[in-house]
């Protein structure tokens, strides 16, 4: 169970995580979890050159020591990276001490003041110790593509009937979701292409932490 368009009183319930941009521009800023991986990285690469979008991507830290040239790629190509954590944990599910090291040891290979918690769950007080160190970045919107009940055309229309100017879309660099992002991403930029919107990527921000990470108190 999941929501495809996060409701206004669960982002007020949170303020000081990033749900959404600035709607003035007729920008749409998506985002890519989970890699990079070769199967399925370089061709969201391609994908979103030809139509000239930017985005921000949200790298597993082993993934990024498993294939370094295709992290290299992301960040030639001119797009934002944020950490993901080294081993994609749940905040719900990781002792702090144990997060907080996983997150500063994917920060050694992604050098990003933007992090993504998986699955979007954090405990409150990994949220108040984050925020010392990182923009936490968080969505109104989520494609779906992980979800392989769904049918392609669905989870491109999750998309399309959600967002709007200064949305922040999630879909998925990762095995699980390819078949549907390899159908869904095209159709969503093609249609707000058509609209009108551009595709930005989230601002860079350098990280608010040592070069070798986070310094977590023991």
């Keep these: 169970m999941y929501l495809v368009h996060t409701p206004q009183y669960v982002q007020a319930l949170f303020p000081g995580l990033i749900w959404k ?5 007729k920008e749409i800023y998506l985002t890519f979890d989970d890699g990079p991986i ?10 979103l050159r030809s139509f000239d979008a930017k985005a921000t991507f949200f790298c597993v830290g082993d993934n990024v020591r498993k294939h370094p040239e295709i992290y ?7 797009h934002t990276v944020g950490n993901h ?10 002792e702090n001490i144990t997060y907080f090291h996983n997150i500063r040891h994917c920060a050694r290979m992604v050098n990003s003041g933007l992090f993504r918690p998986p699955y979007g769950k954090l405990k409150p007080s990994q949220v108040q110790f984050l ?12 494609s779906g593509d ?4 769904i049918r392609p ?8 009937q959600h967002a709007e100017a200064g949305s922040i879309v999630v879909f998925h660099d990762s095995i699980k979701a390819e078949a549907n992002l390899r159908h869904a991403l095209p159709m969503v930029l093609e249609h707000f292409t058509r609209e ?15 070069e070798s990470g986070l310094r977590v108190a023991v």
């Design 21 to 25: 941009m600035s709607g003035n521009r």
């Design 38 to 47: 070769p199967e399925v990285t370089p061709w969201v690469l391609d994908t």
């Design 72 to 78: 290299d790629m992301v960040i030639h190509a001119g």
């Design 85 to 94: 954590t080294l081993n994609h944990l749940s905040g719900w599910a990781t």
């Design 131 to 142: 925020q010392r160190h990182y923009r936490i970045i968080m969505w109104d919107v989520l």
């Design 146 to 149: 992980f979800d392989r009940d």
């Design 153 to 160: 055309e669905d989870c491109a229309q999750n998309v399309i």
């Design 196 to 210: 009108g919107y551009t595709f930005q990527s989230l601002p860079k921000l350098a990280p608010a932490v040592a």
